[in-house]
């Protein structure tokens, strides 16, 4: 089983849409809890990191469910510019390590 | 503002041949990294350093060598191109471990035939 799983999508969506999608993650042990976005050819970059009391940045919000072992990011009011991967990262405790998951499409279309 | 810088950007290799990826940060961030990303799979860790003189191996480390001279420096070597090696390599860097982030470099497009 993969540490980390995610629908690959892709998810495609208009304009002004609201696009949820999750990851699920095997250790239960983990710690920390990150979205990366990638745009098609480039390095990941720091979406936002993930509190265990979920939260907000903008348009984009994300939550932790410990219990099911899962993380969620919700983008509403989608731009065209939202068009990317979105990468699921975990770190265990103590770990500089981090483990992803092979990513979610999302393609927002005018 | 250099952030992590990785050269080359794109290579192409024979079998057989060797070549070394460079990686530099100048974050003087203790924590390095190298991953291989391949469609569909995610990215996956082939060495790291959590500071210089220090390395130990990833997920994936076979066919691969790493050394840590300095904070700033983590080379990654193929020591024997092989075709299954084709991917992209990404260098990253992190300050520590827990909620901080890893800063990546542009990537490395290599392939080999």
């Known amino acids: 089983r993969k540490e980390v799983e995610q629908d690959p999508g892709p998810f495609n969506v208009p304009e002004g849409a609201t696009v949820a999608f999750n990851c699920t993650y095997s250790?239960?042990?983990?710690?920390?809890f990150f979205w990366y976005r990638q745009d098609c050819r480039k390095e990941p970059k720091l979406l936002m990191s993930?509190?265990?009391s979920g939260n907000e940045d903008g348009r984009f919000t994300a939550q932790l469910n410990r219990a099911s072992q899962y993380i969620s990011l919700l983008i509403r009011d989608s731009k065209l510019s939202d068009s990317a991967t979105y990468l699921c990262v975990v770190r265990g405790k103590n770990d500089y390590k981090l483990s992803f998951g092979a990513g979610t499409t999302v393609t927002v279309r005018a | 503002n250099a952030g992590v810088t990785q050269t080359p950007k794109f290579q192409v290799l024979k079998t057989g041949q060797s070549m070394t990826l460079q990686c530099a940060q100048d974050m003087n961030h203790e924590y390095m990294s190298w991953y291989r990303q391949d469609p569909g799979m995610g990215l996956r860790l082939i060495h790291y350093s959590v500071g210089a003189g220090i390395t130990d191996q990833g997920e994936v480390p076979n066919g691969y060598n790493v050394s840590r001279s300095t904070t700033e420096d983590f080379p990654l070597r193929l020591l024997s191109a092989a075709p299954s090696q084709t991917s992209v390599y990404f260098c990253a860097s992190s300050r520590e471990y827990g909620n901080t982030e890893a800063f990546f470099g542009q990537g490395t497009r290599l392939t080999v035939v």
């Open positions: 993930v509190y265990s």
């Open positions: 250790n239960s042990a983990s710690q920390s």
